[in-house]
């Protein structure tokens, strides 16, 4: 149980292009989701929480225009990474929270910007 | 603040035992969460604890928690190859909003 998937898994994509990842919990219903960036031998870094049926919660210094965030159901969030350039590319990972213990985890979504 | 460190790197020896570091800074943190992540891939749950406990083990993987130092260990007994990966510690807080802070990431290298 607890499996979140992400979807695509890589996008390559043209500068100035807008990217949608999806964020799917597939045996339980998130209340919260979390949006992670990842950069290179680096840690994961918050950029919002996303809770089903609101605005999302964006950290300090994440554009929430430049990355849209829409959680439209207890089982489905996208980041929408919109007018792309090459310092977006980076390891996207979601996560999802049932209100218990633990987020688990998607596998994550590699977008490389030309 | 919330800051939470780990040593970047780590070498042991296949059959030996690891023991992963990570401090911490917020003393109301809920849960204490150890996760691997392997090369492109995401973060995988490997044990969690609460707060108020002071150790937890899981088959090979022994988890001690002195709260009064903020310090978190996860020792991994009889290391395989296989354990090579990056191991990040992580506190939830919800001083606020409800949210993890996640460790440096500690890069395990098992030698054969």
């Known amino acids: 149980g607890a499996v979140v998937s992400q979807h695509p898994s890589r996008v390559i994509c043209k500068s100035g292009t807008s990217v949608k990842i999806e964020c799917r919990s597939l045996?339980?219903?998130?209340?919260?989701m979390f949006w992670y960036r990842q950069f290179p031998k680096k840690s994961l870094m918050l950029m919002a929480t996303?809770?089903?049926?609101?605005?999302?919660?964006?950290e300090q210094g994440v554009e929430k225009d430049k990355f849209l965030i829409n959680h439209a159901s207890l089982t489905l969030s996208t980041l929408t990474v919109t007018s792309a350039h090459p310092e977006d590319s980076s390891f996207y990972i979601c996560?999802?929270?049932?209100?218990?213990?633990?987020?688990?985890f998607g596998p994550g979504t590699r977008l490389l910007v030309l | 603040g919330e800051d939470v460190e780990q040593s970047l790197f780590l070498s042991v020896r296949e059959g030996d035992s690891s023991v992963i570091n990570c401090t911490y800074t917020?003393?109301?943190?809920?849960?204490l969460y150890w996760y691997k992540q392997e090369p492109g891939a995401g973060l995988q749950l490997l044990t969690y604890?609460?707060?108020?406990?002071d150790m937890k083990q899981d088959q090979r993987l022994t988890v001690l928690l002195n709260k009064k130092d903020k310090h978190l260990s996860l020792r991994i007994a009889d290391t395989q190859t296989g354990d090579s990966a990056i191991y990040f510690c992580?506190?939830?807080?919800?001083?606020?909003?409800?949210?993890?802070?996640f460790g440096t990431g500690t890069r395990l290298k098992v030698l054969a």
């Open positions: 045996d339980f219903q998130a209340t919260t």
């Open positions: 996303s809770n089903e049926g609101s605005k999302a919660t964006y």
């Open positions: 992580a506190e939830s807080v919800t001083s606020g909003t409800y949210k993890y802070i």
């Open positions: 996560s999802a929270h049932s209100g218990r213990e633990t987020q688990y």
């Open positions: 917020d003393s109301s943190s809920t849960y």
């Open positions: 604890i609460f707060s108020n406990m």
